[in-house]
Structure formats: structure tokens, C-alpha cells
């Protein structure tokens, strides 16, 4: 099928998002992303035309349009760099949140400069749920105002991932922003559900992730849990330093309640889909495979429906970091597919 529909991406990462517009036969006329590996990885893929390594703050969308050709743009993609609105900054309490945050106010600033410039007929922010809470009120009523000022009406939700088929349950904010002319979307219907009823079910690690279950020589030095090894094989699947806990009956507790972090000694159950894969690789914090092991790389592009050949640069913790940060593929493949129907082949 000829590629239709333009679009231009930015804080691309490594193409999470782009391969799932990608899939719905957009045209990706340009990405861009500060940080060297992830531009290599797009570039290595193929994913767009123009491939840009640079500080948003540098560039120019009007020039860049001028450089292009001055095509029309259907749809700009992104998602601003997150760990302002994370939950972690509820603990990290030596850290400003949301836009309070330097690098929380200008990575949105610099979104809504690139809508004002580029100027598309709908934008699409991708965002940590915690964009919604509302000790970060002051970033989502931003948001609401840039978007009406520059005349799009917007729509969002928080949305697990696992219910659209990701075996992952990752939960992000989903910001559509449509110009005022064209109609409302509607966020597509959910396919999967935890209980099945009405729906498919959710797709587990084992589904996900089972026939790479193969012991390798280098297993013996993925063991997972530093100093805490020994007590990672006693965590049953599924579970986490919780299991260590008088709360849970623990008859000699390690642990206090709620002390440490939810993936703290986290092991994925191959009978559900896995917790959020974070963006960071740690000796402690997981998830871990059930077998007590580091998952490789292989099976976190599984869990993120990231094609077993798409080809990520770097060592072992930057590739991990570039699949962390990704929008799942098959997630922004079926919001592509959505807004294709919706607003632009309606």
C-alpha cells in the first residue's frame, strides 16, 4: 500500500511510535532525538526519511518545513521525556516534579512550540500516567490551554497497554489533539481484558516470551538481585520483596511494609503479562525473569512488540534503555489506525 498520510516525529527515542505509524503506511518524513544511540537505531531501521541527532530547543520547525519541501503534515508524534511526572518523584523528595522541573517544563514547552511551527492537522502526546495525577494539575491545564490557543480540541486517557494486546501492563497518558474542523475522536475500543469476558485475554509472559525460554552459557552471569540473590529464588512468580514481609506471613520478615520500591526483587509470572519494563537496567529492581535471571534483550523487545529483527545499537544497558523508553509498536499502531479512520479517511 502507498504511504499516504505525512507525519513528523519528535523525541523519537529509538521508533517505538514511528514503527507503529510506520505499519499503518504513514509517511515519516523526519524524527528527531537528543541522544545518540536512539538516532542510530532509526537509522539503522529505515523508519524516516531525515533522521536528526539534536537539543529540540535548537531546531527550527519552520526552516526544517522550508528544507522539506513545505508538505503538509497529518499528524506530529512524541513523547516528552518523563521523569518529572513519574511516580518516583513522589519519593525522589531532594527533586522538583511535573513543571516545577526545568527539564519537565521545557520538554512540553518545546512540543507545543513544534505544533505552533509545524502547524498539523492533530498532534499526538504520549506521556507517564502520572501526567494525569493531580499533584500535576499545573501541566495538564497547560496543556488544555496551548491546545485551545493554537485551535485543536483535545482528548486523553490513561491507557493500559496490555488492553490493547501488549503483554505488558504499562500504563501511559494519551494526549490526541484534532484541529478544530475535523471531528472528535474516540479512543479505539479495548481488545484484551485481565478476566477474558467479552474480550481477549490478556497475553502473558509465557505466551509472549516462552519459546525463548532456552538456557544459554551466558545465563550463569545473568543471575539478577545483587547482594539479595539468594532471596530472589525463594520469591515465588509474580511476586516481589512484599513476600518478605510480616503482611504476608512471612514467619522470619526481611522487610518492612512498603519500605522499598514495587519492583524491588520483582519476577515476572509467566501466567500474566509483565509489570512496566523501566527504561533503566538494575541488579535489584525488576522485573526478573521467573527463573531468577536478568531478562536479555530478546524478550524486553518481546514484551515492548518490538519485531524480533529491529536492530538497536550499543551495549547491553543502552539497547535496554532504548526499549524502556519505547512506546509499544503495537499500542501507536492501533492509535494510528484509529486516527487514519477517524479524522483523516473519514
Known amino acids: 500500500m502507498k504511504n499516504k498520510h505525512n507525519i513528523i516525529s519528535i523525541y523519537s527515542g529509538a521508533g517505538g511510535m514511528d514503527l507503529g505509524f510506520k505499519k499503518e503506511h504513514y509517511n515519516i518524513l523526519y524524527s528527531t532525538d537528543y541522544w545518540k544511540p536512539a538516532c542510530d537505531s532509526l537509522i539503522k531501521n529505515g523508519l524516516p526519511r531525515i533522521v536528526e541527532c539534536k537539543d529540540i530547543r535548537e531546531i527550527k520547525f519552520k526552516n526544517l518545513l522550508e528544507k522539506i519541501g513545505k508538505p503538509m503534515v497529518d499528524v506530529l508524534i512524541g513523547g516528552p521525556p518523563c521523569p518529572p511526572f513519574s511516580k518516583s518523584r513522589f519519593y525522589l523528595k531532594s527533586k522538583k516534579r511535573a513543571l516545577e522541573d526545568s527539564e519537565g517544563s521545557y520538554t512540553i514547552m518545546e512540543y507545543f512550540r513544534a505544533v505552533e511551527e509545524i502547524n498539523p492537522n492533530i498532534f499526538l502526546l504520549e506521556n507517564v500516567p502520572g501526567f494525569a495525577f493531580k499533584p500535576h494539575s499545573d501541566a495538564l491545564e497547560?496543556?488544555?490551554?496551548?491546545?485551545?490557543?493554537?485551535?485543536?480540541?483535545?482528548?486523553?486517557?490513561?491507557?493500559?497497554?496490555?488492553?490493547?494486546?501488549?503483554?505488558?501492563?504499562?500504563?501511559?497518558?494519551?494526549?490526541?489533539?484534532?484541529?478544530?474542523?475535523?471531528?472528535?475522536?474516540?479512543?479505539?475500543?479495548?481488545?484484551?481484558?485481565?478476566?477474558?469476558?467479552?474480550?481477549?485475554?490478556?497475553?502473558?509472559?509465557?505466551?509472549?516470551?516462552?519459546?525463548?525460554?532456552?538456557?544459554?552459557?551466558?545465563?550463569?552471569?545473568?543471575?539478577?538481585?545483587?547482594?539479595?540473590?539468594?532471596?530472589?529464588?525463594?520469591?515465588?512468580?509474580?511476586?516481589?520483596?512484599?513476600?518478605?514481609?510480616?503482611?504476608?506471613?512471612?514467619?522470619?520478615?526481611?522487610?518492612?511494609?512498603?519500605?522499598?520500591?514495587?519492583?524491588?526483587?520483582?519476577?515476572?509470572?509467566?501466567?500474566?503479562?509483565?509489570?512496566?519494563?523501566?527504561?533503566?537496567?538494575?541488579n535489584n529492581m525488576g522485573p526478573f525473569h521467573w527463573k531468577n535471571r536478568f531478562l536479555r534483550i530478546s524478550e524486553i523487545k518481546r514484551i515492548q512488540t518490538l519485531p524480533d529483527d529491529y536492530h538497536l545499537t550499543g551495549d547491553f544497558k543502552t539497547q535496554w534503555r532504548q526499549v524502556g523508553n519505547a512506546v509499544p509498536p503495537r499500542l501507536a499502531q492501533v492509535l494510528a489506525k484509529a486516527i487514519k479512520m477517524q479524522l483523516l479517511d473519514y
Not at 162 to 180: D, L, S
Request: charged share 25%; with cysteine.
Open 142 to 282: 497547560f496543556l488544555k490551554k496551548r491546545s485551545e490557543e493554537l485551535g485543536y480540541k483535545i482528548f486523553f486517557k490513561v491507557i493500559n497497554c496490555a488492553n490493547y494486546g501488549v503483554p505488558q501492563t504499562r500504563e501511559r497518558f494519551i494526549c490526541v489533539g484534532v484541529k478544530k474542523h475535523l471531528p472528535d475522536f474516540k479512543f479505539p475500543e479495548e481488545t484484551h481484558s485481565k478476566s477474558g469476558a467479552g474480550k481477549m485475554s490478556w497475553i502473558t509472559c509465557s505466551q509472549a516470551i516462552g519459546d525463548l525460554d532456552i538456557e544459554l552459557p551466558e545465563d550463569i552471569n545473568m543471575q539478577a538481585g545483587s547482594k539479595h540473590k539468594e532471596l530472589l529464588k525463594q520469591v515465588p512468580p509474580g511476586n516481589n520483596y512484599l513476600f518478605f514481609t510480616k503482611e504476608r506471613g512471612h514467619p522470619n520478615p526481611e522487610f518492612i511494609w512498603r519500605s522499598r520500591y514495587w519492583s524491588f526483587l520483582l519476577k515476572l509470572s509467566p501466567n500474566r503479562p509483565s509489570w512496566t519494563i523501566q527504561a533503566s537496567h538494575s
